[in-house]
């Protein structure tokens, strides 16, 4: 009788040992993951004009002037799509489209990319209505208004991305104001 009480103390005991050494190891383990994030917390970093630019960011371009972006990542993508934040349906002749679902428009911004570099430029005249017409010439379309931000530039290394949303600048210069359609 006395072997099977202490046969169970053992076993008993032997169980408490591993429980406690597989919390130990988990412990151990999450300290390990949380500081190895915290040495390596992005891979890359992109600039614009010396300025840190946040994984998230809006920006304004003037139009037809190149738009050079420093980055510091081993190797990366870059593309320009539709701003899924600023969706639309368009029709182009009878057919109903969604402006998120245009794909890539690099082709349309002269984008260059280089080791630590790219350029954009927005071209002069570019517009949401002059690309859905050259994505379909031989339909007449109807969209709504440009949104704000229509177009986001999307950057990874294939571990961090960044999105940033953008628009055309136009100088102030370049607006003419007919003072006769005004009512006060």
């Given at each position: ?33 949380k ?20 994984p ?35 029709s ?14 690099s082709r ?77």
């Amino acid at each position: 009788m006395k072997r099977g009480i202490v046969s169970k103390i053992i076993q008993i005991s032997l169980c408490i040992s591993i429980v406690a050494a597989m919390i130990i190891a988990m412990i151990f383990l999450i300290r390990a993951t949380k500081q190895s994030a915290s040495e390596d917390p992005q891979t890359m970093s992109l600039s614009y004009n010396g300025q840190e630019i946040p994984p998230s960011a809006e920006m304004y371009f003037e139009a037809g002037k190149p738009q050079r972006f420093e980055i510091k990542a081993q190797d990366y993508t870059v593309k320009i799509i539709p701003n899924p934040d600023e969706n639309f349906q368009f029709s182009a002749g009878e057919k109903p489209y969604m402006w998120s679902a245009m794909g890539d428009l690099s082709r349309f911004f002269g984008l260059q990319t280089a080791a630590g570099s790219f350029t954009l430029t927005y071209p002069e005249g570019l517009n949401v209505p002059k690309i859905l017409q050259s994505l379909f010439p031989d339909s007449e379309i109807s969209a709504p208004d440009e949104p704000a931000m229509p177009f986001a530039l999307i950057v990874s290394d294939g571990k961090a991305v960044f999105e940033i949303r953008f628009a055309v600048w136009i100088p102030a210069e370049d607006f003419n104001v007919n003072h006769d359609h005004f009512a006060f």
